[in-house]
């Protein structure tokens, strides 16, 4: 009998994302298959990662190389104060492949159109290194990011926080949702200037409209890491198992629909 195609949905969530890896790490150590991989902004590049080829341990030994000057640099663009074309290059010289149809498992990256405010999936064919920029585009923070058709691209959690329907798109029967997004966080609750309450009015809005998006999930994940800012960067190691924690918590459920 054909066993459920399962897909993963991975959110957002800068630096939070090498959670991510960890709960990739638990699943694998499972021996619970990924068919396919969808993701958003941190999302996209782990879901990248995984659908290039790269096996979990060697996404963690890629992230022991990277740091913010890795991945950002100074913009002299009035559109955004840093530009995410060092992630570029960085992609370009870490993952095996850099265009969609070398990709190992189907894979759909999430940004948003700045002009229309539409979600936007690249998947199936093209530059695999733009979609992961695009989709990590943090408005206001990175420049957008302009494809070969000319339209200017924005991180997708602007759009669509918790790529499930995409996964579902790319014919996932079961499909797992990870999280980092909701938990929320321990580090900001009473903001003092206009930025943090600016900040942290946003990052609720994003919240709000990724738990609207977890109906489509069979299992949700959620790391335990609210303690975390979305930029400590340093804390890879922590990320990486809290997420792999809250993996494994989750082994019994995938299995039982697996059954």
């Not at 590049?45 to 963690?60: H, K, P, Q, R, Y």
């Not at 290059?89 to 070398?102: G, L």
């Not at 064919?125 to 943090?138: E, F, K, M, P």
């Not at 070969?148 to 499909?175: F, Q």
């Amino acid at each position: 009998m054909t066993r459920k195609q399962i897909g993963i949905a991975l959110s957002g969530g800068g630096a939070r994302g090498f959670a991510h890896v960890g709960v990739l790490k638990a699943l694998a150590e499972a021996g619970i298959p990924i068919d396919m991989v969808a993701g958003t902004s941190a999302g996209a590049f782990v879901g990248g990662a995984l659908a290039s080829g790269m096996t979990v341990d060697e996404i963690v030994e890629l992230g022991r190389d990277m740091s913010w000057f890795s991945v950002a640099g100074f913009s002299y663009s009035p559109r955004g104060l840093l530009s995410n074309e060092p992630m570029g290059r960085f992609i370009e010289k870490s993952f095996p492949v850099k265009r969609f149809e070398e990709l190992t498992m189907p894979f759909a990256a999430v940004a948003c159109d700045l002009a229309t405010g539409n979600e936007i999936v690249f998947r199936d064919t093209g530059d695999l290194v733009t979609a992961i920029r695009a989709s990590c585009a943090i408005p206001g923070v990175f420049v957008p990011v302009d494809d070969e058709t000319g339209r200017r691209l924005v991180d997708g959690a602007v759009a669509s926080p918790m790529p499930t329907r995409a996964v579902k798109k790319l014919g996932a029967e079961i499909i797992i949702a990870v999280d980092l997004l909701t938990c929320g966080s321990d580090f900001a609750a009473d903001p003092s200037t206009l930025v943090g309450t600016f900040i942290q009015s946003a990052m609720m809005l994003v919240r709000t409209a990724s738990k609207h998006q977890h109906y489509r999930a069979n299992v949700v994940i959620e790391p335990k890491i609210a303690h975390i800012r979305p930029d400590e960067i340093k804390r890879m190691d922590e990320l990486i198992q809290l997420g792999h924690e809250a993996g494994l918590e989750a082994v019994d459920k995938i299995r039982s629909l697996t059954e």
